[in-house]
């Protein structure tokens, strides 16, 4: 049983054998050979916790941009020079996309650039998010090692559930507008994401 399930149920516990019954989790039992205490447990069928729906000023595509020397924009395109942007994509539906695009410029060799992308769905209670992730990419161009370009799949170990706090704020950027903030324990998610 999940915990979702224990949380939605109303059980009435009325027999000192509740924790039989508990543990058998049936609907109706009769307690007999008990001297004065032959009476009927009653447990509410097993309903698990309905899914909250996204909330809607989640839903859109947030992101933000570092760079040094030279600008790269939320799509991936980069002048020379180092920097990287991070996007969330939340649906509706609770389909969600994570990227996170990184380049740097080799001198005498050119540019470095990957892309990692997690796909996967979200699950939101109240303050925290869980980013659910199925599957993941990642993607490298290398200017001075052709040998170290191509896509891989990411591995299981990497695309673990990561529990987030969402909070929206204010956009530093954009006066009058929200910012998404999102607070990774690890880090790897961390920032103030920006309406696209």
């Not at 009435?12 to 050979?33: C, D, E, F, T, Y």
């Not at 009058?176 to 880090?187: C, I, K, N, S, T």
Request: hydrophobic share 40%; proline share 6%; glycine share 10%.
């Amino acid at each position: 049983m999940t915990v979702d399930q224990w949380m939605g149920m109303d059980v009435l516990w009325r027999h000192p054998l509740a924790a039989l019954a508990k543990a058998s989790m049936i609907g109706l039992v009769s307690v007999g050979g008990l001297p004065d205490r032959a009476e009927a447990v009653q447990i509410a069928p097993v309903v698990p916790v309905a899914e909250r729906s996204v909330p809607a000023d989640l839903v859109g595509t947030w992101a933000f941009d570092v760079a040094t020397g030279n600008y790269c924009n939320p799509l991936g395109h980069c002048a020379p020079g180092s920097g990287g942007s991070m996007s969330f994509t939340v649906k509706a539906d609770g389909q969600a996309e994570h990227a996170l695009f990184e380049t740097s410029h080799v001198e005498g060799c050119g540019q470095v650039q990957t892309l990692t992308r997690k796909l996967g769905t979200i699950k939101v209670r109240e303050a925290t998010l869980v980013f659910l992730t199925r599957t993941g990419t990642y993607k490298s161009s290398h200017g001075c090692r052709p040998d170290l370009s191509g896509t891989w799949s990411l591995e299981a170990r990497d695309l673990a559930p990561r529990a987030l706090n969402w909070q929206l704020v204010a956009d530093p950027g954009m006066p009058g507008r929200q910012a998404l903030r999102l607070v990774d324990p690890e880090g790897q998610m961390s920032g103030i994401y920006s309406r696209r």
